[in-house]
């Protein structure tokens, strides 16, 4: 909640003294016609990241703004919330990024952008977005190095500061997910805060994902962390376990659009659980069925999700 409010009054500065009306018309228009509140898209399937051992598509699929376009406009309502993020994928990987960020920026009220920071060009640092998220594997060069299997955390450093410098008012935050490599990175990255003068940071768990080329695969997580979601299994040592049974789904009032344009009840869920593919009204119709079962967690994707 105290991440939400610093968002708002961060984003009320930058844009009209109106916003707070729109901001409020929009959610009660997105909860009389059921439709979610926030819409995580994915610009590309591509990355920037270049990692050991992870494999991204040959030939990445680009989200076009066109597309993006058509599901806003068949929707009964605009979202309040569009997240421009990845699955295994970096938005600022898209050749298209700067006009799906015009685009999304005109149909909601919030706009962030999760990326790793890599491969930034100075371009980037002037997308439309009231919320920059930057997010970083470990916080010092030998956990990066032991990572990743190269060193690039001087490289993200600098690109922060390169979006804090040319976009004084955008709220910038920094995001520690903690893997096996990182798990006593704590410190070195409060230290990282203080040095770098980091006015928002966050620090998280990286989530168990079969799927995961690399990164969220069982070797990587963070097991013998006091504080990881996750634990050994006694039945299956192949798979984690998780410490607490979750309650409803942390991603309720969102939907996901991936870079083919596939309309999905969240990043996780993969072609095993239902998904939407024509932009049409009766498909936002038809996801507004997927809310219970998301509240329920009986997609398969749902039984690793903390
Ligand atoms: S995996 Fe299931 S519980 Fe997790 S965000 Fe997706 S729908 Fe929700």
Not at 37 to 56: A, F, Y
Not at 88 to 112: F, G, R, V, W, Y
Request: charged share 20%; hydrophobic share 35%; net charge positive.
């Amino acid at each position: 909640m105290r991440r939400t409010i610093k968002s708002a009054v961060s984003i009320w500065k930058n844009r009209s003294v109106l916003w707070p009306l729109t901001l409020l018309a929009r959610t009660t228009i997105c909860a009389l016609k059921n439709t979610p509140r926030g819409l995580i898209v994915e610009p590309s399937q591509g990355c920037t990241g270049n990692c050991k051992g992870c494999s991204v598509p040959e030939t990445p699929m680009v989200l076009k703004k066109e597309k993006l376009n058509s599901w806003l406009n068949c929707s009964p309502a605009k979202p309040v919330t569009i997240h421009l993020s990845g699955k295994h994928s970096d938005p600022l990987a898209s050749s298209e990024i700067q006009s799906l960020a015009e685009t999304a920026i005109k149909n909601c009220s919030m706009l962030s952008i999760s990326t790793i920071g890599l491969g930034m060009k100075p371009e980037h640092c002037q997308l439309p977005v009231d919320r920059w998220i930057f997010s970083i594997p470990a916080a010092t060069d030998k956990t990066w190095e032991q990572l990743r299997g190269n060193n690039r955390l001087d490289e993200v450093l600098e690109n922060i500061r390169m979006v804090q410098n040319r976009n004084a008012g955008t709220m910038v935050e920094v995001v520690l997910t903690i893997w096996k490599a990182s798990q006593n990175d704590e410190n070195a990255f409060r230290q990282l805060k203080q040095k770098q003068n980091w006015q928002h940071s966050k620090i998280v768990f990286g989530r168990y994902d079969p799927e995961g080329n690399h990164f969220g695969r069982l070797s990587n997580i963070a097991l013998k962390h006091k504080d990881c979601p996750y634990m050994e299994n006694s039945g299956n040592s192949a798979i984690p376990a998780l410490k607490q049974t979750p309650t409803g789904c942390p991603l309720a009032g969102y939907l996901f659009l991936d870079a083919a344009g596939t309309l999905r009840p969240c990043p996780f869920t993969g072609d095993e659980s239902p998904y939407l593919k024509k932009a049409v009204p009766e498909s936002w119709e038809i996801s507004d069925q997927w809310r219970e079962k998301k509240q329920e967690r009986s997609y398969p994707a749902c039984k690793w999700c903390p």
